[in-house]
Every structure is written in structure tokens, then in C-alpha cells.
């Protein structure tokens, strides 16, 4: 997975590419994570991914806990049908902001 990550009126934008999966995860926990010290806004935009594993669905839920945790907020841009239908189907339309 390719992760790019750009700053932009006190907010951080996250770009994936590829597949969120258990390889790719831990990756993009690492980069996550830490962000939520320095912004209140960090946007998730997955127009280039193609598929989430729950590692990948995990990691987005510690993102969601921990923006929360630090009075900021996380929402996630450009996801596809078939991406959505993961997050309907495990109920995550109802944890994550999905724009």
C-alpha cells in the first residue's frame, strides 16, 4: 500500500493506495496515529484503495478512539461501494465519518 500524507489549513490529509490489509496496517498506524498530537482534522481519503481486511477495519477504529480521545476528529473521502458495503456490513457506517 502507498500512503501520502499532505498538510493544509490545520489539517492533515492521508492518501491510500492499494490494499489496507495485515501487511499494510501497522504501516498505516504508524502514520496515523501520531498526527492526532499536532491537528484536530485528519482526512482519510481512499479514492485509490481497492480493499480493507479487518487489520486494516481495526486500525481505523484505534484512529476513530484515538481522535476522539484527543478532542479532535477523523473522516474518511472517496470510498468506494464496494469498501462501503464492508463498512455497512460490520457496522462501521455508524462508528466512522464517511463523506
Do not use: C, H, W
Not at 490545520?10 to 491510500?16: A, E, F, R
Amino acid at each position: 500500500m502507498e500512503i501520502g500524507k499532505s498538510q493544509e489549513n490545520g489539517k492533515v490529509v492521508i492518501t491510500l493506495a492499494g490494499r489496507l490489509d495485515t501487511t499494510s496496517a501497522p504501516q498505516l498506524q504508524g502514520e496515523l496515529l501520531p498526527v492526532f498530537d499536532n491537528v484536530k482534522l485528519v482526512v482519510l481519503d481512499f479514492a485509490g484503495l481497492e480493499y480493507v481486511s479487518s487489520a486494516g477495519l481495526r486500525v481505523l477504529l484505534l484512529g476513530e478512539k484515538t481522535a476522539k480521545a484527543k478532542d479532535a476528529a477523523m473522516s474518511l473521502i472517496n470510498v468506494s461501494k464496494e469498501i462501503r458495503d464492508v463498512f455497512e456490513m460490520t457496522g462501521f457506517t455508524d462508528i466512522l465519518k464517511i463523506v
